[in-house]
């Protein structure tokens, strides 16, 4: 649209043209109509972009949160599952070493494993496979007591394997449990729930009925695998302690472990004789004992770390527990290995109690919900609780 502007000046006229100012009125009611005739349509827009975004992030984290607690749960689940394979196949070896090869001297065995401990974590340190602190002056104090702790728990343990029939240490060592609960609740705080004390305390009931009716009662046996109970009991909670407060490192706690402990169990060796004894041993050219003797040595390392893993990853209560839950196999099967049990009715309902309540245990400890067992803890708590 145009208007004429100004008169006729050599036959020429000069007009407004409108046009464009008319479409650009056009253009804005039109935006005005897309975004509701409301000047703050942007602003809302924006809010509820806003809230979409924290919605997603939540969302996210909650993912986020259940993966963690999801992988911590297998964690605990497969340290506790390695710690019951590898104690229960060093439990049949050592058993089949000792007693049915009659090898002499369950010392000498204690300084193999505590060499290939030591072997086994120097080559990997070289590999570059594990890590842990080079030795220094304070290494000793900063890990005492378990280098004592972790020695003669080793030695007075293959003392009892080689002085009892298997179902009968299986279940005397269940003791372990309640010095352990005991220990836990003295040096870390943490009190066991309820159920937890029920089949503890079942355990005990079992092995003592078993223990009554002992046919092969071995006061040696006995007295070796109390002594371990205590020491099993000590190593956990303070490898539990150690691990939480020292930089030393899961690695550095089995070498040096091993290490402080080798020159004592050479010298009691020598001291004692069984050096000798088992240098003269006739069976060292039979390829079947000398494959089983080094497979118990290298056991002893595997033991130690599946051991280090429980603990760090459950508790000290979980380790022990795990520990005597193996021996419902190791019970059943020492029946016929070692060739020195003794049935009688009284014993053998003693050992099932004693395995139904490490069930039982394990149903209880093991068992995934969304709030896991909750524990009462002391004011001056600390560690996990069981």
Known sequence: MSIPRGGNSGGGSTSLDLTP???????????????????????????????????????HRDREREEADAAIFVKKVGSALFYGIASFMITVVNKTVLTSYRFPSFLFLSLGQLTAS??????????????????????????????????????????GTKALSLPMFAALRRFSILMTMLLELKILGVRPT???????????????????????????????????????????????????TSEIGKYGLMFYNSLFMFVPALLLNYVTGDLQKAIDFASWNDPAFVVQFLLSCVMGFILSHSTILCTQFNSALTTTIVGCLKNICVTYLGMFIGGDYVFSWLNCIGINISVMASLLYTYVT?????????????????????
């Open 118 to 159: 030591i072997i086994v974590l120097g080559v990997g340190k070289r590999l570059r496979l594990v890590t842990y602190p080079p030795l220094q002056r304070n290494t000793f104090a900063k890990i005492f007591p378990l280098p004592l702790i972790f020695g003669f728990n080793m030695i007075f343990g293959l003392g």
């Open 194 to 244: 309820t159920a937890v004390q029920i089949s503890v305390y079942a355990m005990i009931g079992g092995a003592l009925i078993a223990a009554s009716d002992d046919l092969s009662f071995n006061m040696q046996g006995y007295t070796y695998v109390m002594i371990t109970n205590a020491l099993t009991a000590s190593n956990g909670v303070f490898v539990k302690k150690k691990l939480d």
């Open 366 to 386: 093991f068992r995934r919900k969304q709030a896991p067992d909750k524990q009462a803890h002391l004011p001056s708590s600390r560690g996990e609780s069981v």
């Open 21 to 59: 100012l008319l479409d650009a009125s056009n253009n804005s009611d039109d935006s005005d109509q897309e975004t509701g005739g409301k000047p703050n349509g942007g602003a809302q827009l924006n809010t509820s972009s806003s809230v979409s975004s924290k919605e997603l992030r939540s969302s």
